[in-house]
């Protein structure tokens, strides 16, 4: 999805994950300059911009999306993937 918004244009400040392997994903593809772990339920809108070095009003867009992981296992079968 990230990739998605950059290609259009945007620009990406932060991105987050709580998952080791993906936040090694999201490190390599440099997409932001702010790679967070973390699970964004738990985290505050004034934490994020913090982290972001960003102020309240500097915020275009905010998107995010479902696990991946766990839709994929759910709904495209059991394909093993590394918890088999």
Known sequence: MDLG???AGM???LEADNDPLCLDTL???ALSRTVLAADL????AKALLREAG???GDVDAVFGGPACQPVS???AGRRGGRDA
């Open 5 to 7: 918004f950059a290609q």
């Open 41 to 44: 339920s738990d985290a505050s």
């Open 54 to 56: 960003l102020r309240k």
């Open 27 to 29: 490190r390599a593809n």
């Open 73 to 75: 296992r759910s709904k």
């Open 11 to 13: 620009s990406i400040v």
